[in-house]
């Protein structure tokens, strides 16, 4: 064993050692009988080049493109909600925000914030009759979705069910509450 182990040793040194990398053009198959495979990209010509910096797969890198979703955002008071984007009501004395219809797949964000310090309790729903059955947002059984009584910057929830859709619900109590959900 101790003289396979120093051949090896010495066929490591011989070779150049494991800092001597190969060159794309420089693939070659051991010993010349076993097939070799190895991820390529398919050139114009339809010839195909070992993935390699000069090379690279051809994938997109940075940001996704703007959701197809219409983001749902505004205000609230204890007695109006002002939106700029999406349909609002009040039920039970409290804002109802939504839907909005999420483009699966994506995350969904909530802000919260105020400027004069309101009174607030916010909790995103979810629905998939239409909005006649709005149910909690929940992993497990533990609430993922509120309710929320401060400042909200954060990912809630991504929606994989078709035709889902997402409300808020929001009760203030003092002051102005600002909203945004959003992909």
């Known amino acids: 064993m101790r003289n396979l182990f120093l051949a ?93 219809a999420p483009q699966l797949g994506r995350d969904i964000g909530l802000k919260l914030w105020t400027t004069n310090n309101a009174a607030y309790s916010c909790q995103m729903l979810d629905s998939i009759d239409g909005g006649a059955t709005k149910l909690p947002l929940t992993i497990f059984d533990a609430a993922t979705g509120g309710p929320y009584t401060g400042p909200v910057n954060s990912i809630v929830t991504n929606e994989t069910i078709a035709n889902t859709q997402i409300y808020l619900l929001c009760t203030v109590t003092s002051g102005t509450l600002n909203y945004v959900v959003a992909q």
Request: charged share 0%; glycine share 16%.
């Open 8 to 100: 090896g040793a010495l066929a490591l040194v011989l070779s150049g050692g494991p800092g001597h990398a190969q060159t794309a053009s420089s693939v070659q198959a051991p010993g010349g009988y076993a097939p070799m495979q190895a991820p390529c990209v398919r050139q114009s010509d339809g010839s195909c080049v070992p993935v390699s910096p000069v090379a690279p797969w051809p994938i997109t890198q940075g940001p996704l493109a703007a959701a197809v979703s219409t983001p749902l955002a505004g205000t609230v008071t204890s007695g109006t909600v002002n939106p700029t984007s999406g349909v609002t009501g009040f039920a039970n004395g409290s804002a109802v925000i939504g839907p909005m």
